[in-house]
């Protein structure tokens, strides 16, 4: 039998700066003719993901705190400008990877 999890909204809603994440067990990266093919064998999808996405998809390790991820592009992107990321598109991605179970937040005690 195959198990299935949902993650609810509230989970969703408690991302934060510091939340740290990690790539699935589950998912299989392959590299495409201009895109990356994620494939997830726990829920049997797949999700195309352009190189930036699997770039970022990438530097969810563990170690980095979403805020670490971030701050890394805007201070690239803006010259050290003041940007929220929680207002940007950046989140939203990290909202989907979850989601979808390509990525699981992780808590240290």
């Given at each position: 039998?195959?198990?299935h999890y949902t993650i609810s909204t509230e989970e969703i809603n408690k991302l934060s700066l510091d939340s740290i994440l990690i790539q699935s067990p589950y998912c299989i990266v392959r590299e495409q003719e201009s895109q990356f093919l994620i494939y997830n064998t726990h829920t049997d999808e797949m999700h195309l993901v352009a190189p930036l996405g699997n770039y970022?998809?990438?530097l969810c390790?563990?170690?980095n705190s979403i805020d670490d991820i971030c701050h890394g592009f805007f201070q690239q992107e803006k010259n050290n400008a003041k940007v929220n990321?929680?207002?940007d598109s950046i989140l939203n991605y990290f909202e989907s990877m979850l989601q979808r179970g390509l990525v699981k937040k992780i808590c240290y005690d």
């Open positions: 039998m195959q198990q970022i998809y990438q390790n563990g170690i990321p929680l207002n």
